[in-house]
Nanobody
């Protein structure tokens, strides 16, 4: 049974940093893509970043590129999201996701929530001004 468990959320001030972690278990993720999404109240779920487990290729949304960094740890089986220069608009529930996404058109596929097979419960990030 696949499990994704997020941790690391919290309440911080604008300009601060946080590091989220997603612990993945239940199968081999070698051929999977791991993604981070977020959802603010009243808004749709938004793609943030993704990483191919096999070769660590990374993908980012325009809204976070240059501030957030996604990485994976093969030994710990975790995917981390380092978030710097946080702003109030980054406030949301952050989800980890995993899926066997198609190789053709992967750049588009990683950005679509319905391409992912497994989801965590989310961790709250709140940024005060």
């Amino acid at each position: 049974q696949v499990q994704l468990v997020e941790s690391g959320g919290g309440l911080v001030q604008a300009g601060s940093s946080l590091r989220l972690s997603c612990a993945a278990s239940g199968r081999s993720f070698t051929n999977y893509v791991m993604g981070w999404f977020r959802q603010a109240p009243g808004k749709e779920r938004e793609f943030i970043a993704a990483i191919k487990w096999s070769d660590s290729s990374t993908y980012y949304s325009d809204s976070v590129e240059g501030r957030f960094t996604i990485s994976r740890d093969n030994v710990k089986n975790t995917v981390d999201l380092q978030m710097n220069s946080l702003q109030p608009e980054d406030t949301a529930l952050y989800y980890c996701a995993s899926g066997s996404l198609p190789i053709v058109g992967l750049w588009d596929a990683v950005r679509r929530a319905d391409e992912y097979d497994y989801w965590g419960q989310g961790t709250q990030v709140t940024v005060s001004s």
